[in-house]
């Protein structure tokens, strides 16, 4: 994987809407932020941002974890009983991208269900990939949505979608958890509020860390009962933290940055537009920050390339690329990235 260490003196980084510098607001945030245990509940930054995490999925309570990826296992562990099946879309994130943690932390055998182009599970997957418990089958113990959908270019999967893969799922009493970690992005894209995506989920995770740019954090919500025994499992997992707010407190700020993700969808579609011009490269239409590019060429060969010019992209596939655009990359630099490219191709 290419890295920022190029010999090009400005290199324009779109591996990912992870690697967003904090801005100083944030770093004056964590200066100031008023502190307590938060293992023993005290700490207000952290109290203040669960609650309103929460308000803002529309659930009851909130739970601050270090990373996306515990939320989505705390959750997986919360819902379960050890040896149930779990129901998840082939391409997801809590499937292929989290170490086996389903299994490995929860116990869980996995069910995967092919969600198509833009990773949708329709209710007619979820009644096919539902196992009832019975003397020999494990049963059902989980749904997990995602919203947008990362390896699929960052879909933005209309409420209803999940509504009903969701209500499906709750025909068998099986609890529904959105991995969320772009929920934001996909709430901006589709123009609906957060809430409007989590209304029939029993849980959701968002991260903080991405494209709203905090340095570290993301939000675990669902009913209070939900949060109170994640809270031991969080604990369990080793993410119990102390005075959390000097973090929480970036967080808080990262959560005024919902109104500006249009501005990523958009220098997203310059860039995939600006891109798919060039020889040798295809872009496919951005739903949202994410530009998946389809290279003739060998995606390693030709991101080495781009290094080499100071544009920075990961490899998705053998002859496929991803780009995002995030609050560190301006229009400038999306004009930039396809000049740069433009001279490699
Ligand atoms: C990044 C990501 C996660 C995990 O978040 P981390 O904070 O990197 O652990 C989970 N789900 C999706 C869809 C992601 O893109």
Request: net charge negative; with cysteine.
């Amino acid at each position: 994987m290419p890295t920022a260490d190029t010999d090009h003196d400005d290199p324009i980084d779109c591996r990912s809407d992870t690697v967003t510098r904090p801005s100083d607001a944030m770093r004056e945030a964590a200066h100031d932020a008023d502190v307590g245990d938060d293992v023993y509940r005290e700490d207000p930054t952290v109290n203040e941002l669960e609650a309103r995490a929460a308000d803002l999925v529309g659930m009851a309570a909130a739970l601050y974890v270090p990373t996306g990826t515990m939320g989505n296992q705390v959750a997986a562990r919360t819902h379960t009983e050890q040896g149930q099946e779990a129901l998840v879309e082939r391409d997801s994130h809590v499937y292929r991208w989290e170490l086996g943690g389903l299994a490995q932390h929860s116990g869980l055998q996995v069910r995967t269900v092919d969600g198509g182009d833009r990773g949708v599970v329709t209710p007619e997957a979820v009644h096919a990939g539902h196992v009832a418990a019975d003397g020999h089958r494990p049963g059902t113990g989980l749904l997990c949505l995602e919203n947008t959908h990362n390896a699929k270019g960052g879909t933005a999967i209309a409420p209803e979608r999940i509504d009903a893969a969701a209500d499906a799922a709750h025909e068998y009493d099986v609890p529904v958890h959105l991995d969320g970690a772009r929920l934001f992005n996909a709430a901006a894209a589709l123009d609906v509020p957060a809430a409007r995506l989590t209304r029939e989920v029993d849980s959701v995770m968002f991260c903080l860390s991405k494209g709203l740019g905090a340095p570290v954090g993301s939000m675990l919500a669902g009913d209070a009962e939900f949060v109170e025994r994640a809270r031991r499992h969080r604990k369990l997992f080793g993410g119990g933290m102390r005075q959390a707010g000097i973090i929480a407190a970036p967080g808080l700020r990262a959560l005024e940055n919902r109104d500006r993700l249009a501005e990523d969808h958009r220098n997203a579609e310059r860039l995939a537009d600006g891109l798919d011009e060039l020889d040798g490269l295809a872009a496919h239409d951005p739903e949202t920050n994410i530009v998946l590019v389809d290279t003739e060429d060998p995606a390693e060969a030709f991101l080495e390339r781009c290094a080499e010019v100071g544009v920075l992209a990961v490899p998705f596939d053998d002859h496929q690329v991803r780009f995002c655009t995030h609050l560190d990359v301006s229009r400038a630099d999306v004009e930039a990235v396809v000049e740069r490219v433009s001279q490699v191709v």
